[in-house]
């Protein structure tokens, strides 16, 4: 490759964020080495169904596409990005609020006819989990310093 070229403003934008997305994918891929080895913690079984010497060649390729992504960032002066695990775990618990508040029985019905007390038990459940969500959104707000409640 030659020297590094102008990107113009709007083809930075999108280079960047490529560079961003190929990251945080091989990480996420990285990740999975880790997660598919953990033991089910409640009900999602995870089965580490490659050997050794396959998961190894993997994490070739993988550090490879590392080595590629590096040469292109430097290659087009791409500066690093800078993520905040507070503002990360933020997104993550309000994205899961919205999932749990979308999920109340009186969203859910119209898939026939249905108990009402299991409906009751269904909110119950959601309501806790909600409070634990809102108790994550306090201490990342710096909000909640006590030991949180156990519902």
């Known amino acids: ?3 590094n070229p ?6 930075f934008r999108v280079f960047r964020s490529l560079a961003q997305l190929i990251e945080e994918k091989l990480m996420e891929m990285e990740m999975s080495f880790v997660r598919f080895q953990q033991p089910t913690r409640v009900h999602l ?5 490659l050997d050794e010497a396959d998961c190894n060649r993997i994490k ?3 550090g490879r596409m590392y080595q590629e992504l590096e040469v292109f960032v430097n290659r087009y002066q791409i500066p690093p990005r800078s993520f ?3 503002k990360q ?6 994205f899961l609020w919205e999932d749990l508040e979308n999920s109340r029985s009186k969203r859910i019905r119209g898939y026939g006819a249905v108990n ?3 409906m009751q038990e269904l ?4 309501d806790h989990l909600i409070m634990f969500s809102n108790q994550i959104s306090d201490i990342c707000q710096g909000n909640l310093k006590e030991n949180i409640q156990n519902g």
Do not use: G, K, T
Not at 89 to 94: A, D, G, P, R, W
Not at 123 to 126: G, K, Q
């Open 45 to 49: 079984e995870y089965h580490y169904d």
């Open 89 to 94: 775990l933020l997104v993550q618990n309000s």
């Open 1 to 3: 490759m030659n020297s």
């Open 116 to 118: 009402d007390v299991l």
């Open 84 to 86: 905040s695990l507070r």
């Open 60 to 62: 070739q390729v993988i």
């Open 123 to 126: 909110d119950a459940f959601l």
């Open 6 to 11: 102008e990107l113009p403003e709007n083809y």
